[in-house]
C-alpha cells in the first residue's frame, strides 16, 4: 500500500512551498507541489504610476529583489517603445551579473549542499589526507592542511556545545549520504568560506545599485546612476575598479572551488545521474544585452521540446512574438475564482482560499504554461538551449565540467547526464561561472563607452493617453522570470508576473499534465519514508526560494515528526 509523506515547508529560507508524494515499494510514484502563500501584488499594484512598479515587485522576494526590478521596468519600456542608453544597459548587466554571483553561490553552499554532505563525517576525517584530496583537485590556496584541522575543531566544538546553528536537524548519517569523511571536511570547509565571497558579491552590488537587497538605481528609461569618471558623487573610476576587484574574487572562488566541489559530488554520486529529469521541455530568455536597442545578447534564450536537443529554436530578442503570443496560465487546480486558462495580458487575480485537495485544487501558484505545455525554467534550461545552439562559450564550459566529472568518477559522462537532479546543480555552477567573466567583459564595455565621452544614463519616459501592452522578461538565477503589464491613461490597468518558480512549482493543469517538480519526483527513490532526503535533493535542485520546518505526516494526516531546517 502507497505511503503518503508531507513535507511542508521544504526549503531552507522562506518557507511557503509543500510537497507531497506517495511512495510504494521504495520509489515515488505521485506527487503535488503546493505554494502555500498568496502574493497578491498584481493587485496592489492596479491604478498605480508604471514607474513605481518595480520598487512594489522587488517585495515579492526577499532574495531575489533585482530581478524582478528589471523585469518590471523593461515591461514599461517595452510598452512605451522606450530605448535607453548603452551606458544603461551595460550598468543594469552588471546588477545582473553580480546579483547571479551571489544567488548561485548561496544556493549550492547555503541551500542544498546539506543534502549531499555529511557535516557529522567531518569530524572522523583526517586533514592531512584532506588537503591531498582537495589539492588533487584544485590548486586553491584556502586548501592546506592546517585550515582543514581549524574547521574540523570549529565543528567538533559546535557538536561538543550541543549548539550546531546551521548544521542542526539534518539527516546526518542517512544511508543515502556516501561522500568519504576527507570529502566531507572539505566541504564544509568551503561552505564556510562561501559566505565571504558571497559578502563580496554584495558589496559589489551595493556600490553599482545603491544598495542590496533592493535597488536603488533602476528607473523606467535608464538607471539613477549618474556617472562621472572625474566625480566623487557619481559612479567614477575608483568605484567602478572596487567592483570589478570584488567580482575577479568571487570569480576565482567559483572556479577553484564551487566547481570543483560540484564535479566531486557529481561524480561520488554518479548513481544519482538517473533520477530528477522530470519534465525535459526547457525555456530560457535571451539576456545580457550588447546594445543599446537589445537586438543582441550574451546569454541565449530559446526552447527544447521532448529533451530533444535537435529541436532548439532560439529567441531572437526582447520583442520575440514567438514567446510574447504562446504564454498561458491556468487556474485549474489554483484557490482562485475562475477555471480558465489565459495569457497575461487577459488575466485577472481573484483570490479564493480554499484546503488542500490532491484531487481538486491545491495551491496558490498558477500553472504556466508554453504553446500549451509545462516547461522547466532556469540554468539547466539556459546551458542546454546554448549547448544545442552552439554557444561557443557555452559548449566548451559545459564540456569541460563533463570532462571533469569524467576524470573523478572515472566513467565518460556525456551530455544526457545533465537531464536531473545533479544536472540542474552541473549547469548552475556552469553558467555562474560563465556569469562572472560576462560581468567583466560588461565592466570593460562599460568603461570603454564611458572613456568615449558617452555620460548618458537616461531617456525620460512619456506616457500617452490610450492604452500600452508591454512585457518585460529576464534570465533570473532561478529561470525565464516575465512581467506583463497594461497601461491606460498613465495608470496601471493590469499587471501580470510570470515567474521561475511557478513555471517548475506549478500545479497539474486542467488537462493534468504534472508542473516540473511533480514530475520530476516520480521514481525517485526513498530510503527511509521518515527521513525523505532524496525529495529534498530533487526539490533543492531547482533552487526553490522557500524554508525553516519540516513537517511529516502519516496517512491519516497526523503530524509524526517535526525538525526545524536550518
Not at 37 to 62: K, N
Request: aromatic fraction near 8%; hydrophobic fraction near 40%.
Amino acid at each position: 500500500m502507497a505511503q503518503k509523506i508531507t513535507i511542508d515547508p521544504i526549503t531552507r529560507i522562506e518557507g511557503h512551498l509543500r510537497i507531497d508524494v506517495e511512495v510504494d515499494g521504495g520509489a515515488i510514484t505521485n506527487a503535488w507541489s503546493s505554494g502555500q502563500m498568496f502574493r497578491g501584488l498584481e493587485i496592489i499594484l492596479q491604478g498605480r504610476d508604471p514607474r513605481d512598479a518595480q520598487h512594489f515587485v522587488q517585495r515579492i522576494c526577499g532574495v531575489c529583489t533585482t530581478v524582478h526590478a528589471l523585469a518590471s521596468v523593461r515591461a514599461v519600456e517595452d510598452a512605451l517603445k522606450l530605448e535607453i542608453p548603452l551606458n544603461a544597459q551595460l550598468i543594469r548587466n552588471l546588477v545582473q551579473g553580480i546579483h547571479c554571483l551571489q544567488d548561485h553561490i548561496v544556493h549550492f553552499y547555503a541551500l542544498s549542499a546539506l543534502d549531499w554532505v555529511d557535516v557529522v563525517s567531518a569530524l572522523d576525517a583526517d586533514p592531512v589526507a584532506t588537503q591531498r584530496l582537495a589539492e588533487s583537485l584544485s590548486n586553491w590556496p584556502g586548501n592546506s592542511a592546517k585550515r582543514f584541522a581549524a574547521v574540523k575543531a570549529k565543528v567538533q566544538a559546535l557538536v561538543e556545545s550541543g549548539q550546531l546553528g546551521p548544521f542542526a536537524n539534518a539527516y546526518w548519517g542517512h544511508a543515502a549520504m556516501k561522500l568519504p569523511p576527507e570529502a566531507n571536511l572539505m566541504a564544509v570547509s568551503h561552505y564556510l568560506e562561501a559566505l565571504d565571497y558571497q559578502r563580496k558579491a554584495t558589496v559589489a552590488l551595493g556600490i553599482i545599485g545603491g544598495k542590496d537587497p533592493h535597488v536603488q538605481n533602476l528607473a523606467v528609461g535608464g538607471v539613477a546612476t549618474a556617472v562621472n569618471p572625474d566625480n566623487q558623487a557619481t559612479l567614477n573610476m575608483e568605484r567602478l575598479y572596487k567592483i570589478k576587484q570584488q567580482v575577479e574574487e568571487v570569480r576565482d572562488f567559483i572556479n577553484n572551488v564551487y566547481l570543483v566541489d560540484l564535479a566531486a559530488v557529481g561524480a561520488l554520486y554518479a548513481e544519482w545521474l538517473p533520477y530528477g529529469a522530470g519534465v525535459t521541455n526547457y525555456l530560457a530568455a535571451p539576456d545580457m544585452p550588447t546594445n543599446a536597442a537589445a537586438t543582441s545578447f550574451d546569454l541565449p534564450g530559446g526552447t527544447i521540446m521532448g529533451g530533444d536537443l535537435a529541436s532548439v529554436k532560439l529567441f531572437s530578442d526582447f520583442k520575440d512574438p514567438s514567446f510574447r503570443d504562446n504564454v498561458q496560465e491556468s487556474i485549474a487546480r489554483g484557490w482562485y475564482d475562475g477555471d480558465w486558462q489565459k495569457h497575461p495580458y487577459e488575466e485577472d487575480t481573484k483570490p479564493k482560499p480554499g484546503d488542500f485537495d490532491e484531487n481538486g485544487r491545491y495551491t496558490w501558484l498558477k500553472a504556466p504554461r508554453f504553446e500549451g505545455k509545462p516547461m522547466q525554467v532556469g540554468p539547466l534550461a539556459q546551458m542546454l538551449v546554448g549547448y544545442a545552439s552552439g554557444h561557443d562559450e557555452i559548449v566548451k564550459r559545459v564540456n569541460g565540467a563533463l570532462d571533469l566529472v569524467s576524470s573523478i568518477a572515472g566513467v565518460r559522462v556525456g551530455p544526457d547526464a545533465l537531464f536531473g537532479t545533479l544536472g540542474r546543480h552541473a549547469a548552475r555552477a556552469v553558467r555562474c561561472s560563465l556569469m562572472a567573466d560576462l560581468t567583466l567583459k560588461h565592466w570593460e564595455m562599460l568603461v570603454d563607452n564611458i572613456g568615449k565621452g558617452d555620460l548618458e544614463i537616461f531617456n525620460p519616459p512619456v506616457f500617452p493617453k490610450g492604452e500600452q501592452k508591454g512585457m518585460g522578461w529576464h534570465e533570473a538565477p532561478r529561470g525565464l522570470l516575465s512581467h506583463w503589464i497594461i497601461i491606460q491613461d498613465g495608470k496601471i490597468k493590469n499587471y501580470q508576473c510570470v515567474v521561475p518558480s511557478t513555471w517548475n512549482a506549478g500545479p497539474r493543469d486542467s488537462q493534468d499534465q504534472l508542473g516540473p517538480y511533480e514530475a520530476s519526483l516520480l521514481a525517485n527513490p526513498i530510503a527511509d519514508p521518515e527521513r525523505p532526503l532524496e525529495v529534498l535533493r530533487t526539490i533543492h535542485s531547482f533552487d526553490p526560494c522557500i524554508a525553516c520546518a519540516i513537517h511529516m505526516l502519516d496517512p491519516e494526516g497526523r503530524e509524526v515528526v517535526k525538525v526545524k531546517a536550518l
